[in-house]
């Protein structure tokens, strides 16, 4: 540097001219500017595997429980509407009034004297069919009763799958007229519907879980609220408020955390 009254060339350090005498003032340093984690390109997996403070690392552990416990609740969902009778599934009662869903459960009540009449048909010709086929009827007998019972998905599905293997025994035809072996035709169309919109929640449940996924790796806010309102509703319509309730609050605490997780990236 050099002395601004004399001109003397002087070492950095100096505070006393010795040319002139004159004070010498330190020159400022200008200030370092500190770069985010961002700005640096640093990429969030980077910095929350090197930067982050314990509070970030733990806020990333928690929203990964919370991604994994929201697709969880979703395929349970899907479950538990599998196992909801027909007139009980929410949208089939946002959709029917109170005489409907009372004649639609009348329909799949069953006197179950007639049950009784089966077996008992099924038992006079015991000695004449195979064991079995006598063991196959038995449980279609069972499962239809189920059906009459609670119908749900996954009862009308066992109940239709046996159906096809009692429908392929060669029995007399007084004896499988006392089963009325006719009605799986219907059984078996009703089915395919009830299998079309199993596959169609399934694939509802898997495109939100694949979302919440892409959210949870890119931490992406914006994804999990897309996420949120896409899953509404499909959940409400087959599972109903409850399921979906539990769902949400999972995808708010991941909102939540996502939230600690960026600020904190965006600030580093």
Known sequence: MFCPKCGTNLPEETTVCPSCGNQMQAQEQPPVMQLSAKARGLKKKEFLAKEASQSVKNAAKFSLISFAVAVVLVFVSVIVASNT???DLPLVTLVMDDSELEQMEDDFKVDSDLFDEARETLDEIEDVIDR???KAIDKFIDLIEDVAEKPTLSNFTAAVKQAEEVADIDLDEEVEAKFDFDSLDSMEEALEILNTVKI???VFAIIISLIALLAFFRKSIGL???DAIL???FVLAFAGFIWYALILAAFIAMIVFFSQI???YKNA
Request: glycine share 0%; net charge neutral.
């Open 200 to 202: 169609i929640a399934y």
């Open 224 to 226: 999990v609220i897309f």
């Open 262 to 264: 960026n600020k904190a």
């Open 132 to 134: 079995s086929d006598y």
């Open 85 to 87: 009778a027909f007139y």
């Open 231 to 233: 899953a509404a509703p």
